[in-house]
């Protein structure tokens, strides 16, 4: 377990983590996991929110499970892809805009102030 978190936080503390590609790729891993439920025709089984058991191959739980992953698909395509796909837009924004441009040849003509 420790080597678990121990890989995350290094996975974390990495500078593409919240750049704006990492964003763009977890806005990607979500749209494709939305689309492959989508494509598996799992959409038939949301009715467990209305509360209607339904009619699955494996059994009143198994439906649930799949209506349960279909739905969170859902939101997370519907709601967290844009939230990220903005964010990464307006964090390349700030990298290209806001930050200021550092030449190799201007840090080494002004040595830091002691």
């Known amino acids: 377990m420790r080597l678990l978190v121990k890989a995350w936080q290094r996975y974390v503390k990495d500078d593409r983590f919240f750049s704006p590609s990492g ?5 990607a891993a979500i749209a494709a996991a939305f689309l492959i ?3 598996l025709s ?3 089984y949301t009715t467990i929110a209305s ?3 339904p009619a699955a191959f ?7 499970v799949l209506g349960i992953l279909y739905i969170a698909s859902y939101f997370g395509f519907v709601l ?3 939230v990220l796909v903005l964010a990464a837009g307006l964090l390349a924004l700030y990298h290209s805009l ?5 030449r190799p040849s201007d840090a080494s003509a002004h040595p830091p102030a002691a």
Request: proline residues 7%; glycine residues 14%.
């Open 23 to 27: 964003l763009l790729l977890r806005a």
């Open 37 to 39: 439920c989508h494509a």
């Open 42 to 44: 799992l959409r038939q």
């Open 51 to 53: 509360g209607t058991a």
């Open 58 to 64: 494996g059994g009143q739980s198994v439906g649930a």
């Open 80 to 82: 967290l892809a844009p």
């Open 98 to 102: 806001l930050l200021p441009k550092v």
